[in-house]
């Protein structure tokens, strides 16, 4: 995967963070970055839309910070570590409202019950990371 | 201003949020996003620019959350104080990394004092918005 | 502006430019992107939403792209021109399909009609900037 | 691949577009997105950074352009033809621009070697996106 390739090919060293952990958590970010765009456009896309408006607004909430906080770990220059559990709060707190909201109506739609399942594998990776950063 | 209108001809009730705080919010967001950008490019453009790494390291986080936060806080519909928080808390606390980073050789480089003014500026937008959110 | 001020602190030369041009363009896609990103989630919030999908699938590919042009003007570093042509084109038509959208229900929605003049501005100032390009 | 699946799950008909065209494109955007990223700050990390300067500058545009139209594919609803070749258009220059900007150096960085390896996909699956939308 490139993400770990980049890792592996950073020029100093990375630091006391766990890499698989960070590795794992930048792929599950843009993984869910791209779900969450995915799936706020097949809501737009169901004709039950209007019920559909709460789980739209969760969704671009998440893709944004997904991508803020992807980048964010993709950097490994001048680490404030503040900052970077600040974005994975905040990350981990849009995941987990996207996936409660995509999974309360999963069964009825496939788009929200994939994208779920990326936000609460995001989630996850977030607090993971969180936790080993001590 | 265009984001005072926006906001202005929503259609519905914009809830107990403090209109005023969230209007100078979202400005200041993307004010920062785009000072942080053009200060990350100046610091490259710098002779001495082996010595403003982490000064473009934090000027790429806090573009990227204040976009992301800034997005954020211009939807209204399916409103999560809880999400709405902690982008405000990571945003403010990039905002805080950079201003100080950038503040701390603004003598030198007018990029970073004009920059490090937006991040102060949204710094405090994001702290009074989040209290008064209660 | 700050935007303005950053343009005037970039430490070389901005090369032959049209700087008011430039200023111009750089204001007018953050301030297009936070108007599309306000306009979708007002669109949301309109109980005529199912009518409304195509109008909210293009602000969020008008917001998108404003703010990857705002950004990458704001960058003055390795200037080069095809790029810059690129993503010009590639924000002026966002921007056209976008205001052609919001102008068509333009008289039915505020939010649509401030955000069709927001995306007629931008689409102006990206076609004049590449003009002037050359 | 969760994108593909999120393809899959789209509720409406696709249209005339390549399915596994489109998918190798939305994969190969979000993979260079965080490769550029990871570039630019790795170029940061170098102790001859001086030197690529206009390296990072080419990352952090591809970067954004990148996640732009990853979005912007990963959205079906109200397809816009001429709005979907110009972003594609935007995507491949950038792409090509940083791919020979990191290919130029990749003998001596393993990170623009790689990151070059990402922009060649990239750049080459828009082309292929864009040969067949005819």
Redesign the interface.
């Known amino acids: 995967m490139?993400?770990t390739?980049?890792?592996?090919?950073?020029?100093?060293d990375l630091g006391q963070i766990d890499k698989q952990k960070l590795a794992e958590c930048?792929a599950a970010c843009?993984?869910c970055?791209?779900?969450c765009?995915?799936?706020?456009?097949?809501c737009?896309?169901?004709?039950m839309?209007?019920e559909l408006?709460?789980?739209?607004?969760?969704n671009?909430?998440c893709?944004?910070?997904c991508?803020?906080t992807?980048?964010?770990l993709?950097?490994?220059?001048?680490y404030?570590a503040?900052?970077t559990?600040?974005?994975l709060?905040?990350c981990?707190?849009?995941c987990e409202?996207c996936g409660d909201e995509c999974e309360s109506h999963g069964s009825m739609?496939?788009?929200c019950r994939?994208?779920a399942e990326?936000c609460r594998r995001c989630e996850e990776a977030c607090r993971d990371l969180l936790a080993s950063l001590g």
């Not at 390739?5 to 100093?12: G, I, Q, T, V």
């Not at 765009?37 to 097949?42: G, H, I, N, S, Y």
């Not at 993709?74 to 001048?78: A, N, W």
């Open positions: 490139v993400h390739k980049m890792l592996d090919a950073y020029p100093k930048i843009f993984e970055a791209q779900a765009t995915a799936c706020a456009d097949a737009l896309a169901e004709d839309v209007a408006t709460t789980c739209i607004r969760t671009l909430d893709s944004d910070i991508v803020a992807g980048n964010m993709s950097r490994r220059t001048g404030d503040d900052v559990r600040a974005f709060e905040a981990a707190a849009a409202a739609h496939a788009h994939i994208c990326a």
